[in-house]
């Protein structure tokens, strides 16, 4: 397939039996790749495998950053809770308790108190008095007498009254006679309290509450009084006394009675009393008689323990998360820095055309795609530098080209012409005409290595674009019509840019010649635009022949690549030489089997006086 040959108006080869076309692509091992390698200076040493990275990276350092971070403070706290809270907590609670049994104690002893001034004010009633200490056996007491005895029966806390006047073998009793069954007086343990005497209790059952009776003599307080009065009190307004100690779940305030029997607050004794070692027994607040204060269990510190488990539970699942957590990061950011080390390694090596692996997170993606764009700088800077290189390399060699052949060339062409005018056989006569031919032929590519390589300065002025294009679309008329090729200016407003006018023409005229030369013996058209689109002027030559591969394209304005008969290489490098001179470029677009469209970027006339020059 043929590819648009790099050739100027005027120089098309008339011998079609030259040599074969030369394709020049650009070997792996060729000195582009060799100054590459020569240009980037590493270290000769083989760099550190990634895993000995590894004793020093930083998803190690994480790990062990993260574990200190989350471990320390939780067991700093379950120490803490070990010696200062617990403790705290022991003596916090113990210090409330004793305050609280203090004052339960207190409460006892007042409502016993209360009842005791009960007694005195009903022992000072002189009827009352009178009856107990003068009354005969079995003699009734009037009626004054009982209406005390029933003025005291109306205190809630009591459940009778009884009396034992001096001369009476047995206390009198006025209560509710099953209250008494099952009980015996005299085998009552006598408790001294205050002025008087406690006896009981009497213990309670399932057909009778329990109680006592608190008994004060009138005549003063001895062993065996022979009168006395007394009351018979509830045990559960005693008992009463002490529920603001309990806790629940926690501790049940009990009243231990000199049966050491224990009751409960609502005076009930406990379906199975049990006893612990975290029991806590005050002091007997009357002779006997103490609380205590019931361990049910554990509710309270129990959570705590259960706190403290759960601290370890969670100290544990804190780090085995860290450690995963660092585990699957390590993974992963080896897994995006790996092709990174990979990829620099090529870069290093010289290999500027693999792409680097640009996928990452955050910081990794942002260092994937600064070395990307390392890459394809540093391709560029070398190339730049190569073609320098070669430019000069070319330079020195053109100018011994010229000096070496053109001077022969000239000899050798007077020769042939002086031959020829004296010639008379017509063969011979077409035969040194062709070798003038030739001689023309050679001059001109050897013009075309002195183009490329001494350009000439670009000199920069106001350049009509629309003019150069109807310049070269006269020029090349008769040539495309030759071929049956049909060349199109699309009309548009007249656009000026800022380069060298007779340089602009050598690329338009050299655009369009190649692109007649690629549609040869085939037919077609050539389209040539031109366009302004911000600060720049876009010349464009298309044509619908059999376009450029891929592989192809990007070789095009290489020197000496080329894949025509009578193709020298140099056309399109000079035509990318000049534009460059003039502050522009080349872009070449092309489908296989479509076409292919060039297009000439130049800066635009700014109509500014300062407007520097090319």
Same mark, same amino acid.
């Given at each position: 397939?043929?590819?648009?040959?790099?050739?100027?108006?005027?120089?098309?080869?008339?011998n079609?039996?030259?040599?074969?076309?030369?394709?020049?692509?650009?070997?792996?091992?060729?000195?582009?790749? *060799?100054?590459?390698?020569?240009?980037?200076?590493?270290?000769?040493?083989?760099?550190?495998?990634?895993?000995?990275?590894?004793?020093?990276?930083?998803?190690?350092?994480?790990l062990?950053?993260?574990?200190?971070?989350?471990?320390i403070?939780?067991?700093?706290?379950a120490?803490?809770?070990?010696?200062?809270?617990?403790?705290?907590l022991?003596?916090?609670?113990?210090?409330?308790t004793?305050?609280?049994l203090?004052?339960?104690?207190?409460?006892l002893?007042?409502?016993l108190?209360?009842?005791?001034?009960?007694?005195?004010?009903?022992?000072?009633?002189?009827?009352?008095?009178?009856?107990?200490?003068?009354a005969?056996?079995?003699?009734?007491?009037?009626?004054? /007498?009982?209406?005390?005895?029933?003025?005291? *029966?109306?205190?809630?806390?009591?459940?009778?009254v009884?009396?034992?006047?001096s001369?009476?073998?047995?206390?009198?009793?006025?209560?509710?006679?099953?209250? *008494?069954?099952?009980v015996?007086?005299?085998?009552?343990?006598?408790?001294?309290?205050?002025?008087?005497?406690?006896?009981?209790?009497?213990?309670?059952?399932?057909?009778?509450p329990?109680?006592?009776?608190?008994?004060?003599?009138?005549?003063g307080?001895?062993?065996?009084?022979?009168?006395?009065?007394?009351?018979?009190?509830?045990?559960?307004?005693?008992?009463?006394?002490?529920?603001?100690?309990?806790?629940?779940?926690?501790?049940?305030?009990?009243?231990?009675?000199p049966?050491?029997?224990?009751?409960?607050? /609502?005076?009930?004794?406990?379906?199975?009393?049990?006893?612990?070692?975290?029991?806590?027994n005050?002091?007997?607040?009357?002779?006997?008689?103490?609380?205590?204060?019931?361990?049910?269990?554990?509710?309270?510190?129990?959570?705590?323990e259960?706190?403290?488990?759960g601290?370890?539970?969670?100290?544990?699942?804190?780090?085995?998360?860290?450690?995963?957590?660092?585990?699957?990061?390590?993974?992963?950011?080896?897994?995006q820095?790996?092709?990174?080390?990979?990829?620099?390694?090529?870069?290093?090596g010289?290999?500027?055309?693999?792409?680097?692996?640009?996928?990452g997170?955050?910081?990794?993606?942002?260092?994937?795609?600064?070395?990307?764009?390392?890459?394809?700088?540093?391709?560029?800077?070398?190339?730049?530098?190569?073609? /320098?290189?070669?430019?000069?390399?070319?330079?020195?060699?053109?100018a011994?080209?010229?000096?070496?052949?053109?001077?022969?060339?000239?000899?050798?062409?007077?020769?042939?012409q002086?031959?020829?005018?004296k010639?008379?056989?017509?063969k011979?006569?077409?035969l040194?005409?062709?070798?003038?031919?030739?001689i023309?032929?050679?001059?001109?590519?050897?013009?075309l290595?002195?183009d490329?390589?001494?350009?000439?300065?670009?000199?920069?002025?106001?350049?009509?674009?629309?003019?150069?294009v109807?310049t070269?679309?006269?020029?090349a008329d008769?040539?495309?019509?030759?071929?049956?090729?049909?060349?199109?200016?699309?009309?548009?407003?007249?656009?000026?840019?800022?380069a060298?006018s007779?340089?602009?023409?050598q690329?338009?005229?050299?655009?369009?010649?190649?692109?007649?030369?690629?549609?040869?013996?085939?037919?077609?058209?050539?389209?040539?635009?031109?366009?302004?689109?911000?600060?720049?002027?876009?010349?464009?030559?298309?044509?619908?022949?059999?376009g450029?591969?891929?592989?192809?394209?990007?070789h095009?304005?290489?020197?000496?690549?080329t894949?025509?008969?009578?193709?020298?290489?140099?056309? *399109?490098?000079?035509c990318?030489?000049?534009?460059?001179?003039?502050?522009?470029?080349?872009?070449?677009?092309?489908?296989?089997?479509?076409?292919?469209k060039?297009?000439?970027?130049?800066?635009?006339?700014?109509?500014?006086?300062?407007?520097?020059?090319?």
């Amino acid at each position: 397939m043929p590819v648009h040959s790099e050739t100027f108006p005027g120089r098309l080869s008339q011998n079609q039996n030259e040599a074969p076309p030369r394709n020049i692509p650009r070997p792996r091992n060729s000195r582009y790749d *060799l100054c590459m390698k020569s240009i980037i200076k590493h270290d000769a040493s083989a760099p550190p495998r990634l895993r000995v990275l590894r004793r020093n990276g930083l998803a190690r350092r994480y790990l062990f950053s993260a574990l200190l971070i989350a471990l320390i403070p939780l067991v700093v706290l379950a120490f803490m809770y070990d010696t200062q809270y617990v403790k705290a907590l022991e003596k916090v609670t113990e210090s409330r308790t004793n305050a609280r049994l203090a004052g339960a104690e207190n409460l006892l002893r007042t409502f016993l108190q209360e009842r005791i001034y009960e007694l005195e004010a009903l022992a000072d009633v002189p009827e009352v008095f009178d009856w107990l200490t003068t009354a005969n056996a079995e003699e009734k007491p009037n009626a004054e /007498v009982m209406a005390q005895l029933r003025q005291a *029966l109306d205190s809630p806390h009591l459940y009778g009254v009884v009396v034992k006047p001096s001369r009476y073998e047995a206390p009198l009793w006025y209560l509710t006679q099953t209250l *008494l069954q099952q009980v015996e007086l005299d085998e009552l343990p006598l408790t001294p309290f205050a002025n008087g005497e406690i006896i009981g209790p009497a213990l309670p059952t399932d057909s009778r509450p329990g109680w006592f009776v608190l008994r004060l003599s009138p005549t003063g307080l001895n062993p065996a009084p022979e009168a006395w009065v007394g009351l018979v009190v509830r045990l559960a307004s005693l008992t009463d006394q002490v529920k603001d100690l309990s806790l629940t779940g926690l501790q049940s305030p009990l009243i231990v009675t000199p049966q050491n029997v224990p009751i409960t607050a /609502v005076g009930n004794i406990p379906g199975k009393p049990s006893y612990s070692a975290k029991d806590i027994n005050s002091n007997d607040f009357i002779e006997g008689w103490h609380i205590r204060l019931q361990w049910l269990g554990d509710p309270l510190l129990g959570p705590l323990e259960s706190a403290r488990f759960g601290l370890i539970l969670l100290a544990s699942g804190a780090a085995l998360a860290v450690i995963l957590l660092s585990r699957h990061l390590s993974k992963r950011l080896e897994k995006q820095v790996t092709p990174l080390i990979e990829g620099a390694d090529r870069v290093a090596g010289g290999d500027f055309d693999t792409p680097l692996h640009t996928e990452g997170t955050a910081e990794i993606g942002y260092l994937a795609f600064a070395l990307e764009r390392m890459r394809l700088r540093l391709r560029r800077l070398v190339k730049s530098m190569v073609d /320098v290189e070669r430019r000069a390399i070319l330079g020195q060699f053109s100018a011994g080209v010229a000096h070496e052949i053109r001077n022969p060339l000239a000899t050798i062409k007077t020769t042939i012409q002086a031959l020829s005018r004296k010639e008379s056989d017509p063969k011979r006569q077409k035969l040194m005409e062709s070798v003038d031919h030739e001689i023309d032929r050679v001059n001109d590519v050897v013009q075309l290595l002195l183009d490329y390589a001494r350009p000439r300065e670009a000199k920069a002025s106001k350049v009509n674009i629309i003019d150069v294009v109807e310049t070269v679309k006269i020029l090349a008329d008769a040539v495309a019509h030759r071929h049956g090729i049909e060349l199109v200016q699309v009309e548009h407003e007249s656009v000026y840019a800022w380069a060298d006018s007779s340089q602009v023409r050598q690329i338009v005229m050299n655009l369009v010649m190649n692109a007649i030369q690629a549609m040869e013996g085939i037919g077609g058209r050539v389209t040539i635009r031109t366009k302004q689109q911000g600060l720049a002027v876009y010349v464009s030559v298309s044509d619908n022949g059999p376009g450029v591969s891929a592989d192809h394209l990007i070789h095009l304005t290489e020197p000496f690549f080329t894949t025509k008969t009578n193709g020298t290489g140099l056309g *399109l490098a000079i035509c990318r030489q000049l534009a460059q001179a003039n502050q522009g470029n080349l872009r070449f677009q092309s489908v296989s089997g479509e076409g292919l469209k060039v297009t000439l970027k130049l800066p635009l006339y700014l109509n500014n006086e300062n407007q520097g020059s090319v």
